[in-house]
C-alpha cells in the first residue's frame, strides 16, 4: 500500500502497536448461499465462510463518542455493541468481514469505521454483538 504523503509509516505504527497491545483474532466473511444457484428466487442456504484472516486486534471498553474523538460513531451505534476493537488496516483485515471469532466466541460485526486520512485507510474500529 503506497501512499505520496507517507502514510505507510503510520500504517505500520498502527499495526506495531495493536500487536503489542492485542491479541490474534479471526476475522470472517461469511455469505448465505443459495439452495440452488439456477434458482435464487428458492432462498437462501447455508451460511459459508468465503474468506478468514487471522489479525492482531485490541479490544476495547466500550466508550461514549466523545472518548472517541467525535469519530462518527453515534451513541446509538455503541448501545447496539457489546465489545468494540481496534484492527489495523494494514493487517489484511477491511470493511468486508462480518464475523469476529475471539477465544471460541463468535461476534457478528454491527459497524465498521475506517479511519482512513487522504485514500489510505489506517485503523478500522468495530461494534460487535453476540
Keep these: 500500500m503506497s501512499s505520496t504523503f507517507g502514510y505507510d509509516e503510520f500504517n505500520e505504527l498502527a499495526l506495531e502497536m495493536i500487536k503489542e497491545t492485542g491479541r490474534d483474532t479471526?476475522?470472517?466473511?461469511v455469505v448465505q448461499a443459495p439452495t440452488d444457484p439456477q434458482k435464487p428466487w428458492l432462498g437462501a442456504g447455508a451460511r459459508v465462510v468465503s474468506k478468514t484472516v487471522?489479525?492482531?486486534?485490541?479490544f476495547v471498553p466500550i466508550a461514549g463518542k466523545r472518548e472517541l474523538g467525535e469519530?462518527?460513531?453515534?451513541?446509538?451505534?455503541?448501545?447496539r455493541c457489546e465489545r468494540t476493537l481496534w484492527v489495523a488496516a494494514g493487517s489484511g483485515v477491511d470493511d468486508s468481514y462480518n464475523v469476529v471469532l475471539d477465544g471460541g466466541t463468535a461476534w457478528h460485526v454491527e459497524f465498521?469505521?475506517?479511519?482512513?486520512?487522504?485514500?489510505?485507510?489506517?485503523?478500522?474500529?468495530?461494534?460487535?454483538?453476540?
Excluded: N, S
Aim: aromatic share 8%; charged share 20%; glycine share 6%.
Design 112 to 130: 465498521v469505521r475506517t479511519l482512513k486520512p487522504a485514500e489510505t485507510p489506517l485503523v478500522l474500529f468495530m461494534g460487535l454483538k453476540r
Design 54 to 58: 487471522t489479525a492482531p486486534a485490541t
Design 26 to 29: 479471526v476475522f470472517q466473511r
Design 71 to 79: 469519530y462518527g460513531v453515534t451513541d446509538e451505534m455503541l448501545a
